[in-house]
């Protein structure tokens, strides 16, 4: 368990974890089960525990859709999504962290693609 | 005729223009004027809600405080810009850390602390005109067309900070359809996400969500969709492998105002 990254995830996210019930609601109703390893409930249980490092290693951080389900349906308003984002934000602001370069970009456009689609994504994938 | 400022944030400027143009035209054939801030910026497309982001802040904390200097609420269009505008100005007015972080770096004349309000265009039909009076001033109604709306996830949520609607149970698009003489359908997924952005990493994730979202509606027999949101829209019409139509509310607004032309589809 790495306290510092543990102490910099609860602060980032603002996120009390020890208000959760692991009634896995957040998780029953995000629209990326299927795609992550780690579920909405088990960010916030394994944020508790401290184990922040296997979460910024996995795939799960570049799953979420930033779609709120989980904030706004949680019995308890724990809001899963803001610990998700601490994780990933944690991961892409080390060095050499970021998911996705300018460079990149030209190979990911289409005609139709909105420029919103890719300021967003560098919003998430890179700083 | 009543004056906003209007933020119309960088897709509406691109991919989105008939988003933009017809919102434009309506609100002058309603009596409201919309004027650009000066110099705005692109507000990013997503909100950050980490508590130690404040650069990722700014853009939308200028837009806030240029309306709040002239002394007028704000209007947004794009769901996405509503909603980082929207939560930026909910957390500044709440997070004490966070205003002065943001005000010691912009040094404004006067601090900027969540004073300026603001609508979504479709708030202002609710709440500045009202759909009894934009049922008046329509001249060409949809008589007999299924319309289902799509919320998707950034209109309704976070709720505590969007408050447009009830989050589970919105209506407001529902009577937007009703004003203009069409007939609202009410499916399961139209407060669900459509895969957003992930569209650049994840095509069949983006298939899988939009493709729900379109099933749903048409299973409940629409004759097409409208949103708010041109990255709904870009996922709707080419990651669903469904054809049923998708336009901007605006569209149908501008045709029900007798502005545009009727869509062929
Ligand atoms: S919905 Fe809330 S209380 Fe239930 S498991 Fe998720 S975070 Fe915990
Ligand atoms: S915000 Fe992220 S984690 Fe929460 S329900 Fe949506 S996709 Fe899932």
Not at chain 2, 106 to 111: A, G, H, I, T, Y
Request: a negative charge.
């Amino acid at each position: 368990m790495n306290k510092n990254l543990k102490e910099q995830v609860l602060r980032s996210s603002g996120v009390n974890v020890l208000k959760c019930m692991r009634c896995g609601k957040c998780s029953g109703t995000c629209p990326s089960y299927d795609e992550m390893e780690y579920h909405p409930h088990q960010f916030v249980y394994m944020v508790e525990k401290g184990d922040i490092e296997t979460l910024m290693k996995s795939e799960s951080i570049y799953k979420c859709l930033t779609c709120f389900a989980c904030v706004d349906r949680c019995p308890r308003g724990v809001q899963p999504a803001k610990v998700v984002e601490a994780v990933r934000l944690a991961a892409v602001r080390q060095q050499d962290g970021n998911r996705l370069s300018a460079d990149q970009i030209p190979s990911l456009l289409d005609e139709d693609l909105p420029q919103q689609a890719i300021v967003t994504a560098m919003r998430k994938y890179a700083k | 005729m009543e004056t906003f400022t209007y933020y119309p944030g960088c897709t509406l400027r691109t991919k989105a223009k008939d988003l933009d143009t017809y919102a434009r035209a309506s609100a002058e054939a309603l009596g409201i004027a919309l004027e650009e801030p000066a110099d705005w910026q692109c507000c990013g497309g997503a909100y950050t809600t980490a508590r130690d982001e404040i650069a990722t802040k700014l853009s939308a904390v200028r837009t806030l405080n240029s309306a709040k200097e002239q002394g007028r609420a704000l209007i947004t269009v794009c769901s996405a810009c509503h909603n980082v505008i929207k939560q930026t100005n909910y957390d500044i007015s709440r997070d004490e850390d966070m205003a002065m972080k943001v005000n010691n770096y912009l040094q404004l004349p006067e601090p900027y602390a969540g004073e300026t309000t603001v609508y979504h265009y479709l708030e202002m039909l609710r709440d500045v005109v009202g759909f009894d009076k934009l049922k008046e001033k329509v001249v060409a109604p949809l008589k007999g067309v299924k319309i289902a709306a799509y919320y998707g996830c950034l209109l309704l949520r976070p709720s505590a900070a969007l408050a447009m609607d009830d989050p589970e149970n919105p209506t407001i698009m529902e009577d937007f359809i009703r004003a203009i003489g069409a007939t609202p359908v009410i499916y399961a997924q139209r407060n669900e996400c459509c895969g957003g952005y992930i569209t650049l990493e994840d095509k069949s994730q983006a298939a899988k969500r939009s493709g729900a979202v379109m099933g749903s509606a048409k299973d409940q027999g629409a004759d097409m969709l409208i949103t708010a949101c041109p990255l709904c829209l870009y996922n709707l019409k080419k990651n669903s492998g469904s054809d049923l139509p998708v336009y901007y509310f605006t569209e149908i607004l501008a045709q029900a105002l007798g502005l545009k032309e009727g869509n062929d589809e």
